[in-house]
């Protein structure tokens, strides 16, 4: 049953926003550095992409990266990780509850049955889209900056190094512009809001190299490679793509 549902979702809501991410791409709306299909495909291991949260837009556009391959099988399909009260138990989020498993952020004990979940997934080779700062960067309190630059990220939380092991493939990628798209507000826009989203504002993507982890770190080291790795690919995005 669950498997009818995923490819149920997969062709009429991945279809169909598969085909509106292409169309924006067409029309420079959206602009992707570093693209390379093996990047997306791993062979043989799980992958993990993580990437910056300046806003609400990343969440809903990065699962089309992995447009069409998911269309003609299944393991290209990637899950990702919605907080369980703003988003999945929503009434408008249920086209989407397929793709995702959800996380009750604040409640320690529903979190780690969450990540171990997860980790059961990524054995069995599944992609995994992940908002490593545990929210979007401008809610932080704790950041990390960029060494040469201004971009910055939130310290990612304590126990988020569960997921990830030597074993996996990690797959950075760093996003500009999404908080034009969907301008931050304290709370998500009500009524009829005809301009939400701003697909006319312009959104780049630079997707970095994917790496593994080195072995033998301990959880605090794990957790700060993982930033800086991500905070690499936003150099990389300043010094040459901007």
Known sequence: MKKFKLFLAVWTVGFFFGIVFWLLKLTKRVEIFGYEKGKFTPRNKSLIVI??????????????LFFPWYLASLKFVPFSLPDKKNFFDKNWFAPFR??????ERGNRREELKT????KD???????????AEGGRTHLGKE????????????????GIERLFSSSCIVLPIWTKGGEKVFPNRKTF???????YPRIWEKTK??????FCLPENLS??????????????VSEIFRRELI
């Open 51 to 64: 990437c910056n949260h300046p806003s609400l837009w990343e969440p809903g556009l990065l699962p089309f």
């Open 98 to 103: 397929a793709v995702c498993v959800p996380i």
């Open 115 to 118: 990540i171990f979940m997860l």
């Open 121 to 131: 997934r990524l054995k069995e080779g599944k992609i995994l889209i992940l908002f």
């Open 143 to 158: 950041f990390k900056i960029a060494i040469r630059s201004d971009n910055r990220i939130r310290k990612f939380p304590k």
């Open 189 to 195: 826009p009500r009524g009829l809001y005809f301009f």
């Open 205 to 210: 993507l630079c997707i970095g190299k994917p």
């Open 219 to 232: 959880k605090g080291e794990i957790r700060e490679f993982l930033e800086d790795k991500l905070l690499e």
